[in-house]
């Protein structure tokens, strides 16, 4: 059974300072992995989809990597703003259903 | 861009109760699916869809009914509310069930007395 785990729970940073977020997974035959951001309240917001054939993707300020063999990914968000704090849900893909499976997710908050 | 429509967003109900969660999506995806958010449970899959008049049951289908007439609405029905569906719920749609991004809704919280 796929289990996603991501540490810390929780980070805070002073701006201006780079964000690390990290995922980690048991099973590496996945079909992709997504990261998502989810304010107080409200939905997912997709960040980012990794395809299981590529290391990573890119948008902006935001980086994703993908190790399928050490079954783990990295989050990099640049120069932080205290609009990125949020919660960051890291899931994977591994099943015919198209199930999304989770991790608890990082909550993070960056201060002014 | 309207993306993944839920409605309503809030809703109290009394036990025994039943109701109906509606969603519409105008991406044109195959795939939809319903979520519940519980607090230390995280997101678990309740039921999925990958067509039109196609459904199959996720992790947790007990007390969920869903159908799907068209491509664009995948409404999940509550047969008899009970406490232990008081939660927060998510519709979700990709345009296939392996590779498409998953794009979620806002949300609709229910709580059932």
């Known amino acids: 059974k796929q289990e996603v785990t991501q540490i810390p729970a929780a980070l805070s940073v002073p701006e201006g300072e780079n964000l690390v977020l990290n995922c980690s997974f048991t099973?590496?035959?996945?079909?992709?992995l997504q990261w998502f951001r989810q304010d107080p309240g409200k939905g997912l917001t997709s960040l980012l989809l990794?395809?299981?054939?590529?290391r990573e993707q890119t948008s902006g300020r935001l980086n994703a990597s993908l190790d399928k063999s050490s079954g783990r990914s990295t989050l990099y968000i640049a120069a932080s703003q205290p609009g990125d704090s949020a919660t960051y849900l890291c899931?994977?893909?591994?099943?015919?259903?198209?199930?999304?499976?989770f991790g608890a997710g990082t909550q993070v908050v960056v201060t002014p | 861009n309207a993306g993944v429509t839920q409605t309503p967003k809030f809703q109290v109900l009394k036990t025994g109760q039943s109701m109906t969660l509606q969603c519409a999506q105008d991406m044109n995806h195959e795939y939809m699916s319903w979520y519940r958010q519980d607090p230390g449970m995280g997101l678990r899959l309740i039921h999925y869809?990958?067509?039109?008049?196609?459904?199959d049951q996720g992790e947790v289908p007990n007390g969920y009914n869903v159908s799907r007439s068209t491509t664009e609405d995948f409404p999940l029905r509550l047969l008899s509310a009970a406490p232990s569906q008081t939660s927060v719920y998510f519709c979700?749609?990709?345009?296939?069930?392996?590779?498409?991004?998953?794009?979620f809704g806002e949300g609709s919280r229910l709580t059932v007395l």
């Open positions: 869809s990958v067509g039109a008049g196609i459904t």
């Open positions: 979700a749609s990709s345009y296939n069930s392996f590779t498409g991004e998953l794009f």
């Open positions: 990794i395809q299981s054939s590529q």
């Open positions: 899931a994977v893909r591994s099943d015919s259903w198209g199930k999304l499976q």
């Open positions: 099973d590496s035959a996945i079909y992709n």
